[in-house]
Nanobody, 115 residues
């Protein structure tokens, strides 16, 4: 059974930084796309950033230049470095792995940015 475990969320002041991690456990390998989504209260879940197995990245416009996604294939782990955080970045952040046409989700980690 594949499980994704996230860590790194928390409370930070505007302008600060956080680094999220998401590691997969279980029998999983050669993961296609790894990504991060977020969902703020009363809003739909939205894509933040994604990275393919080949290292190509895609970012939502609202995080370009501030967030960086990376992955460690040997550890089945994806990271999200978040800099210059803004109050509007406050949300629950979810990691997502696409493997063998199945999407796996983490449990979510809360990120709160105070003004």
């Amino acid at each position: 059974q594949v499980q994704l475990v996230e860590s790194g969320g928390g409370l930070v002041q505007a302008g600060g930084s956080l680094r999220l991690s998401c590691a997969a456990s279980g029998t999983i390998f050669s993961i296609n796309t790894m990504g991060w989504y977020r969902q703020a209260p009363g809003k739909q879940r939205e894509l933040v950033a994604a990275i393919t197995s080949g290292g190509s990245t895609n970012y939502a416009d609202f995080v370009k230049g501030r967030f960086t996604i990376s992955r460690d294939n040997a550890k089945n782990t994806v990271y999200l470095q978040m800099n210059s955080l803004k109050p509007e970045d406050t949300a629950v952040y979810y990691c997502n792995f696409l493997w063998r046409a199945i999407a796996y989700w983490g449990q979510g980690t809360q990120v709160t940015v105070s003004s």
